[in-house]
């Protein structure tokens, strides 16, 4: 007798997720938690001033691809969700949730999704979950969702949260992932990300994922400071690195740049006595210092100087 089994047609992300837009922003993201290794390497997509897809159950990832082309070439998300399940003879075991640019949204579980398993399309957000505990789940999310406040990404975290509460995936947790794009793309998707942050395995995914979340908007911080050096613009230079500090943690990384940028922008004595402080935890920093290349970093008459804080 011929097995009919399956399993290999497609990765088991059985999982429960979040797709919205913040229409202030125009921000768009998709978060997601599983018991599924890289879940963030499968379900999320998404593309500034397109959209966002979130592929999970017995998923195709190219609902990801053809969801944010479709939505590129002007298909709303409903039309886009359903020309791609008319093509799909496995459709009945995808669960799949779609937001374009404009805050249109549409979603699918198929009715052979082991439950429990279902979702609830809201103003301007999906939320969907299979393979759940219970069927609360999702409920929790949207409620979470909507009665919560800040960044986009914050509240898409929030509805995560709500849903582990009420006991998530049957099988535990394993791997987390969040991405959000701008509202209008740059004409560069590879830059026009704001946050695209993957927990592929820990044993608390969501604790992790806010974590690295935090490091995400660090470098943001970090970037805005050596823009302001560019221009002289001090100020701003140093409180955006202040910003960027406690995100950091025990991290030394932002010190380091804080002390070139601040050295690079002539501020000479005080960039020293930070890349001192870095250097006594870790000559390697000093050395990375004296390689970086003065396209960027002018710092080519201070390596001297730098030099001499090498402990000896």
Request: net charge negative; glycine share 10%; charged share 25%.
């Amino acid at each position: 007798m011929q097995s009919r089994l399956k399993l290999s047609a497609a990765p088991l992300i059985h999982t429960y997720s979040i797709v919205a837009r913040d229409p202030t922003s125009g921000e768009m993201g998709v978060a997601v938690q599983s018991h599924y290794f890289a879940t963030g390497a499968v379900v999320t997509w998404a593309e500034a001033g397109v959209g966002a897809v979130a592929t999970q159950a017995f998923a195709d990832p190219s609902y990801g691809k053809l969801g944010l082309d479709l939505m590129r070439a002007g298909r709303p998300a409903p039309d886009a969700l359903a020309g791609l399940l008319a093509a799909d003879a496995m459709r009945e075991i995808r669960q799949v949730a779609m937001i374009d640019a404009h805050g249109r949204v549409a979603a699918h579980t198929g009715r052979t999704t082991i439950p429990a398993a279902g979702h609830i399309v809201g103003a301007g957000f999906s939320v969907q979950a299979n393979m759940m505990l219970r069927d609360t789940v999702w409920p929790a999310m949207a409620a979470a969702f909507e009665s919560s406040r800040g960044e986009l990404a914050d509240r898409m975290i929030a509805a995560l949260d709500a849903a582990e509460r009420e006991g998530g995936d049957i099988r535990g947790k394993q791997s987390a992932a969040i991405l959000v794009v701008g509202g209008k793309g740059g004409g560069q998707p590879w830059n026009d990300k704001i946050h695209d942050v993957r927990v592929d395995d820990a044993a608390q995914p969501l604790a992790e994922l806010r974590r690295m979340l935090g490091i995400s908007r660090a470098s943001h911080h970090i970037k805005a400071a050596e823009t302001a050096a560019e221009v002289g613009d001090f100020e701003t230079m140093n409180r955006e690195f202040e910003l960027a500090e406690p995100m950091m943690g025990d991290n030394p990384e932002m010190r380091f740049w804080r002390a070139v940028t601040t050295i690079a922008a002539g501020r000479h004595d005080e960039g020293l006595a930070m890349l001192r402080e870095v250097g006594a935890r870790d000559r390697n920093w000093i050395e990375l210092a004296l390689r970086l290349p003065r396209e960027v970093f002018p710092i080519d008459d201070m390596k001297g100087r730098i030099r001499e804080l090498l402990p000896k």
